[in-house]
């Protein structure tokens, strides 16, 4: 039997010494981030991926582990653990197996079977299965007894037949086998129910639909049981085509004959031959099935929301990890109509310095004297940047923010449409009230939303990364699972671009490795007492930050401005002496050598090597001399939607237009192209040659171009290709169930946030629509 370590070294390719010393340092307190970063010679170079993947993998054989330890106790204390057993659960190796084995053990309510024993019916049973030239109902006779409860003869074969089937139903090895058979085999099959057609009209094309259950995509299987729990649809899972003709004429189908060769039942003739396959089509029937039905619902499930869970988890990546506008002067207008358009200023810090409230829409359309005053807050503060939320009305003060810039050309004002997911989540929390505790709730998200334009990742750190509504079907998930593979990205994202410890928010601090809450609000206490950090060994200084949390996070604070150069760096202090070396041998000085990329590269890592520090750590030392503190994510750049494209109404086919991709699914990537609605690029369109992930072609955030290939005006859908030389069409709106319109940016079809947006017809578009658009996730921020 192979270890937990043996066993994760397989899944990920690596060697059993380096799962050992990864566990080790995981088992030690050590984040990911941290081992992936700075201790690269102890675990032979694995990579973020890999830990994240051995840390998912050790928590589940560690509950393999102490699941195994549990029943072995269990069946000890009931008398029957034998060697043979105990060696079949010891080389259990998932806990669907252990189940399996565990069951006829399992404490359970007095059976059928039990009460059958009790009357003294199990040698009827036995002797029925060992020889069916045995006529049961003359064999049966001598079991019936009044005082044990059997008063007639079919009672007592009813007995024998429960205690059969309580036997052949809790046989490990043929559960297992028959699970496996039923998922290659097997099918899924909807049906709607009575009555429910109009109600459920988004699950239309789930009414009558089959389908084998190992080719069933995530999001299919997550609609499958969504339409179930809203009890639209009938779902169940046939092992085999069902027949149609009277019991009494069927015929055994494979599954049953697997039971039967399994236990040496077969139909030749003799007196108990029908009663035995009674009890194998019985016992399929009510108990097998359904335990395996149940176990590969869960399996269907499980798979589903894996999937889910890791698309969740690459877009909210993409997005943290967007391109930064950095340290400008920044406007951020949160648009709306009878409410107006909440404005907010921040300086190239993220400080507010100005706030207001422009009525430019309707029903009040002060045009003129909202151009005003932004054009003065504008001037006032030398704003550099205009960031425009994407929620309601955001096309109409996108015109605005148009107009501001053509009047005062001399500004050199840039505006840019931002997602403003998650902005109202923020706005309301505990630590808005604490970060912005002079501005009403409305004007939060308009600093929000000029915040992250100038960093994403910094603002939306603040935000419980479910509120950012960058998955699909995310209320249906597992919220620990969920929650966790977030938290990990957060993590990840964080420490990969460093933080400047005196301007992190504490939100910010919380994320990276070894620090977390408490220790974020001590650094933040401790800048505002003593003022800004000049070294990182003063980070010692704060309070119940010792040695281990130091070890752990210095290395991703960053001090740009400190005393010491190599402070604004990713090289951990522990490293230090190791650039020391590096200085010698170059006969240069730090400030001389950080950023000469001639020096640096003529450098030999083995050549500053030692116990400690191996050619990895050196390299990387190296790299970070060469540009130190750089940042990660890609440069700053924004789409231009066109001019006079601003509604469904001014879209045409085979139209060309630069957009933004807002979301990534499974089945394709939704594109905001400046018309108040999502399009969706089917995965089939997304590039010429074959794709089988979208997120290896798109991800959210980045700016594309796409051709409109249909446009459904009556559902507010638009299908689109990122291959520009496909073939538009103009085809007339169908109603094919689409979700009913809810108005807004969010109208009709899928959330632009979650939900993605829309597309028409028939086709993989029209298809890939109707199942995005049974996914009610979060709405954004409306």
Not at 84 to 100: F, G, T, V, W
Not at 292 to 302: E, N, Y
Not at 459 to 482: F, M, N, R, T, W
């Amino acid at each position: 039997m192979l270890s937990i370590n043996q066993r994760i070294a397989q899944d990920i390719q690596c060697q059993e010494r380096q799962v050992e010393a990864a566990v080790a340092l995981l088992d030690g307190g050590a984040t990911v981030p941290f081992i992936a970063r700075y201790r690269k010679e102890v675990t032979g170079g694995l990579d973020d991926a890999q830990l994240r993947t051995l840390e998912e993998r050790l928590r589940y054989l560690r509950e393999l582990e102490d699941r195994r330890k549990a029943i072995l106790d269990s069946i000890r204390e009931q008398g029957k653990l034998d060697a043979a057993l105990q060696k079949q659960i010891e080389e259990a190796d998932s806990k669907a197996r252990l189940e399996d084995i565990y069951l006829p053990y399992k404490p359970k309510r007095r059976t059928k079977a039990q009460i059958a024993r009790e009357a003294g019916l199990q040698p009827l049973a036995d002797n029925l299965l060992a020889d069916p030239q045995r006529d049961p109902r003359r064999e049966a006779e001598t079991y019936v007894s009044a005082d044990k409860g059997v008063s007639t003869v079919e009672e007592a074969l009813e007995g024998a037949r429960a205690i059969l089937v309580e036997r052949f139903s809790e046989n490990a090895e043929l559960i297992g086998r028959l699970r496996e058979d039923f998922w290659r085999e097997g099918r899924a099959v909807s049906t709607v129910r009575d009555g429910k057609q109009a109600e459920g009209a988004k699950f239309s094309d789930y009414f009558e639909y089959k389908e084998k259950l190992s080719k069933l995509p995530s999001h299919r299987i997550l609609a499958l049981f969504r339409g179930e729990k809203e009890e639209v649809l009938d779902l169940k899972l046939e092992a085999e085509e069902e027949q149609t003709v009277p019991m009494s004429q069927r015929q055994p189908g494979a599954f049953e004959l697997a039971i039967a060769r399994q236990f040496g039942v077969a139909d030749r003739g003799r007196p108990a031959d029908k009663w035995l396959m009674d009890c194998v089509r019985w016992a399929w029937r009510t108990k097998i099935q359904v335990h395996v039905g149940l176990d590969l619902r869960m399996r269907l499930w499980q798979a589903a929301e894996d999937e889910a869970v890791k698309i969740f988890a690459g877009n909210l990546r993409d997005l943290l990890l967007a391109a930064p506008a950095g340290a400008r002067p920044t406007m951020g207008l949160d648009p709306g109509f009878r409410t107006g358009v909440k404005v907010a200023v921040v300086d190239r810090t993220g400080k507010v310095v100005d706030t207001g409230v422009i009525y430019p829409h309707e029903p009040q359309r002060r045009w003129d004297e909202a151009i005003a005053t932004l054009a003065a807050l504008a001037a006032r503060h030398k704003v550099e940047l205009i960031a425009i939320g994407n929620g309601t009305a955001s096309r109409e003060t996108d015109k605005l923010a148009g107009e501001l810039i053509a009047k005062f050309p001399e500004m050199k004002l840039t505006k840019i449409v931002v997602s403003e997911a998650g902005a109202s989540v923020y706005s309301a929390s505990a630590y808005a009230s604490q970060e912005l505790p002079e501005l009403d709730v409305s004007l939060r998200g308009a600093v929000s939303i000029a915040r992250r334009l100038q960093d994403p990742l910094a603002e939306l750190v603040k935000i419980d990364p479910k509120s950012i509504g960058v998955g699909q079907y995310q209320h249906d998930l597992a919220e620990h699972k969920l929650s966790r593979s977030l938290d990990a990205v957060v993590e990840d994202c964080v420490n990969a671009v460093g933080v400047d410890v005196n301007t992190a928010s504490a939100p910010l601090l919380a994320r990276v490795s070894g620090v977390g809450e408490t220790l974020a609000q001590n650094i933040v206490a401790h800048r505002d007492a003593t003022g800004p950090f000049r070294t990182r060994s003063q980070l010692k200084q704060v309070p119940r930050l010792g040695p281990k949390a130091f070890e752990q996070c210095a290395g991703f604070l960053r001090i740009p401005d400190g005393d010491d150069p190599l402070d604004r760096s990713g090289v951990h202090p522990e490293a230090y002496p190791v650039v020391r070396r590096i200085i010698e041998a170059a006969k240069s000085d730090i400030k001389v050598l950080i950023g000469n990329a001639a020096v640096l590269r003529g450098l030999q890592p083995k050549q500053f090597t030692d116990e400690t520090f191996g050619v990895p750590t050196v390299t990387d030392i190296l790299r970070e001399l060469e540009k130190p503190g750089r940042d990660p994510r890609p440069a700053f750049k924004t789409a231009t939607f066109q001019e006079g494209v601003e509604t469904l109404n001014d879209l045409k086919p085979g139209m060309i237009l630069e957009g933004v991709v807002t979301n990534v699914a499974a089945f394709g990537a939704f594109v905001d192209v400046g018309v108040h609605q999502d399009g969706l690029v089917h995965i089939s369109a997304l590039a010429k040659t074959f794709v089988k992930d979208p997120r290896d072609v798109v991800k959210p955030g980045q700016i594309v171009k796409v051709k409109v290939l249909e446009v459904d005006k009556a559902r507010k859908r638009i299908s689109l290709t990122m291959r520009l030389d496909d073939a538009a069409e103009a085809r007339p709106a169908r109603d094919r169930g689409a979700e009913p319109a809810r108005g807004g940016r969010a109208a009709a079809g899928p959330n632009r946030h979650d939900r993605g947006g829309a597309a028409a017809g028939s086709n993989p578009f029209a298809d890939a629509f109707r199942k995005a658009g049974l996914d009610r996730g979060p709405t954004g921020r409306r």
